[in-house]
Structure formats: C-alpha cells, structure tokens
C-alpha cells in the first residue's frame, strides 16, 4: 500500500511516473525481489541456495519450466543444449567477417538477429512447445557466436567434448581454465547469480518487444542492447576501468569526492530496486572473492592492487552514502572475478548475457504464455500546440 501512495503521489506531482520507477507493467511467475530484505529468489529459490547448489542446466530447466529437473531431465536438456551449440557455416563466417573493433554486446545482439535467418518458422509464436525449443536452442547458440567472435575461428572448439555447459562456456574464453574443476565452479555460480532480476530494463525490453508477437530473435536481440548500457549491465566493465583509473588504495577518498562533487555515478553502485546490499553482490564479496584472493597464494600484484582498491573504495562510498540507501550491485564484485580469470573486460556484459539469456527467454515464453496485451504506454507531450506551414506565394 506503501508504494501505491508514493505511485500515487508521483502522478500528482509530475503527471507521468519517470524510468516507470514503481510501476507494475506484468505478472510474472519466474524471479522475485524483496527489496528492503535484500532477497532474490527463482521460482520461489534462493539465489544463494541456486548457486550454491545448482547447475547451469538446471536453473535453465527451473526458469524456463517451473520446477527443479529431474536427473534424467537433467541430462536429456544438457545434451539438448550442446547438441544445439553448432552455429550454420554461414552464421559463423559472418560473425568473424565482423569489424573486430564492435563491441562484443553488439555483435552478439547483430548475430542473434542473423540466426532468425536460418529459422523460417519463428514468426509463429503460439505454440508452447515450440517457443520452449527455441529458447533451449537460443541459450546453446550464445556462447558459440561469443567464442566464434573471440577466436576469430568458425571451428574453434573442433575435436573438443564438453559434458556441461558451463564447461564448454568458460571454453570459449578461458580454455585453460575450464579444465579447472575450481574455475569452473566459480563460473557457473557466477552465471547463476545473473540468471533473472525481475522487470529489470533489458527484461522489460523483452517483454515489451514480445509483446507485438516479435520473434524470440528480434526480442533478446533488444535485450543485448539494453544490457550494454552503462547504467546496466555494461557497469561492469566499467568498474574495471575505474578502478584501474583510480590506480592506488590512497586515490580512493579523492576519486570519490570529485565524482560526487561533479554529480557523476560511481559505477557498480545503487540500484533501482535494494534499499540493501544487493544479493547477488554479497554473494560474490563473502563466497566467491575470498577463494580467489584469500585462499590463493599466487594472486597477480596488479589483480591483487584492484582488489585492495575495491575494498576501500566499498567501504568510502558506504560511508558516504551512508543516508541514501546505496549499496554495491552485482557489478561492483563480478568485474574482479572475471579478470581474475584473465577474461577480457570487452567481454564482461557478454558473462551477464550468457546467464542473462536464460531469464530473458523465460519471459519471452511465459509473455507469450499470458494473455497478450501490446506494451503501450502513455507519453507526457510536452511540445508545441498544433502549427502550420506558413508558405509565401510564389
Ligand atoms: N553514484 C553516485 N550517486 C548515486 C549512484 C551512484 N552509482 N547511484 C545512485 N546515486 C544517487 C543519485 O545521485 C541520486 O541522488 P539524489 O537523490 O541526491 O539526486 C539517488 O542516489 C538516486 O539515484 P537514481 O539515479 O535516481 O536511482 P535510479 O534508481 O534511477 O538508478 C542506477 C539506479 C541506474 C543503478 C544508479 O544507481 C546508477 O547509475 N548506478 C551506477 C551504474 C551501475 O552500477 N549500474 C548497474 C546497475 S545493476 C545492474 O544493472 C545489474
């Protein structure tokens, strides 16, 4: 009731509710957040509980199913899922003829659309079954375009198995590291935490492009785009930079005065949604940053310096901003950890998209699913009154 009176209170103030902030556009059955309590949950699970316990495969299953797999469902939709990893020849060709200087979110957003080339049949939108064999399909297709991309090689996992996909995954961007047991634990957690966030703006996008019947590739093509924004999921590159900006723990306090005295954002901090400390953040900062810079004892210098400043530059903006209810976000701690796996900070938001996808295409199933009504909201005109040409005689 709370929130319906700030809702309330905003129309009357401004006469439009800004960024939507607040406002209930669908129902949806697939993730929860309780805000003030700091909870994230899938289908009624804990995040911490999914990436603790779970597998890529079966928090795929969950989202895109409702439910838990059972084993044998397990291992029939990891086959499914890399049985259906090969890109066309044609596909593949395309995407390493791209200008490697795009930006990996944006190839991977043109490449999704290239894929609705080679599925004639994905106009029709109404059959259950049909759009749950496109997601699988879509989801297994994600990390082949990305290592396509990266290796600049059609053929670039030829002769190799893989028995999960959080495997062959990290294959594409670590092939040392996915014959880590370890590594690959911490990325398939990594990726479980970014799986589903609710009505966050690239889902929104989903649904709202869904919502005029467009194909599963136009709608998560549209997703991708709106991940690789700054306020997004691109913060996470960002953070990376910054803190490779700021360069000493003793820059911290002054780095953090200018921005605020400039009125800039410190990225990988605030969210529209926690008046806490985000879940997902938490999870990274207390279970997974500690086994790669506590328990290692050959931990890079220079990784190890972005780590002593992230720590400081934590504890100064929680000071800080001590009055505002702004805490670090998920991208604030996943930045170390990918670069602690020597992945390429060009292809960060890439990580968030490939467990992203599995969220995204759980909306678009389930917005097919419900009674369909086109997104179409109301504008605010703010613009002149109705005008004329006013043309001299010749
Ligand atoms: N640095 C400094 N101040 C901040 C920050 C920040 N990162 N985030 C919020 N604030 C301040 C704002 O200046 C504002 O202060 P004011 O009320 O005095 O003007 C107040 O907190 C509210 O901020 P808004 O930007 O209005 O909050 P909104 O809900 O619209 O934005 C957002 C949320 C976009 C995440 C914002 O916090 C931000 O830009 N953060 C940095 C980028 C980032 O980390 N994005 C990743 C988000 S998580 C995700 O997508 C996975």
Redesign the pocket.
């Known amino acids: 009731e709370k929130k319906y009176l700030q809702l309330i209170t905003t129309l009357l103030e401004k006469g439009y509710f800004p960024?939507l902030?607040g406002v209930p556009v669908a129902k949806s059955s697939i993730s929860n957040i309780d805000g003030d309590k700091g909870l994230l949950t899938f289908r009624g699970y804990p995040v911490q509980e999914l990436a603790k316990h779970g597998s890529y495969e079966e928090i795929c299953f969950l989202l895109l199913k409702g439910d838990l797999p059972l084993l044998e469902e397990r291992i029939e939709l990891t086959e499914d899922l890399l049985d259906h990893k090969e890109l066309d020849d044609s596909i593949a060709e395309t995407i390493v003829s791209m200008d490697d200087d795009l930006h990996p979110m944006h190839m991977l957003s043109s490449s999704i659309l290239q894929l609705q080339s080679a599925d004639a049949g994905c106009f029709n939108v109404e059959n259950y079954q049909h759009n749950l064999n496109r997601a699988v399909q879509l989801i297994a297709k994600f990390p082949t375009i990305l290592g396509t991309y990266r290796k600049q090689d059609p053929n670039f996992a030829e002769g190799e198995t893989f028995d999960s996909l959080a495997r062959y995954i990290l294959y594409c961007f670590n092939e040392e590291l996915a014959k880590q047991e370890k590594w690959i634990n911490i990325f398939e957690q990594l990726l479980i935490l970014h799986v589903d966030?609710t009505m966050?703006?690239s889902t929104f996008s989903v649904r709202a492009v869904g919502s005029s019947k467009a194909s599963i590739y136009a709608s998560i093509a549209t997703a991708v785009n709106s991940?690789s924004g700054?306020?997004?999921?691109?913060?996470?590159e960002?953070?990376i930079k910054m803190l490779e900006e700021i360069g000493d723990p003793e820059n911290v306090e002054a780095y953090l005065e200018e921005?605020?005295n400039n009125?800039?954002?410190?990225?990988?901090?605030?969210?529209?949604v926690y008046q806490t400390y985000?879940p997902r953040a938490l999870y990274l900062k207390e279970n997974i940053i500690p086994r790669i810079f506590n328990e290692q004892s050959d931990v890079d210098p220079e990784l190890d310096n972005l780590y002593q400043i992230a720590k400081k530059l934590e504890k100064t903006?929680l000071d800080k901003?001590a009055d505002?209810d702004?805490y670090p976000?998920?991208?604030?701690w996943s930045g170390l950890v990918m670069r602690a796996m020597d992945i390429e900070p060009k292809y960060f938001t890439t990580i968030?998209a490939l467990g992203r996808v599995i969220g995204w295409t759980s909306h678009w199933v389930e917005n097919m699913e419900v009674k369909n009504k086109i997104y179409r909201p109301k504008q605010l005109y703010d613009g002149f009154n109705t005008r004329h040409i006013i043309r001299e005689e010749k």
């Open positions: 960024g902030e966030h966050n703006n991940l700054p306020l997004h999921g691109g913060a996470n960002r953070v921005k605020i009125k800039e954002k410190i990225m990988g901090i605030g969210h529209r985000d903006a901003f505002k702004i976000n998920v991208d604030f968030f």
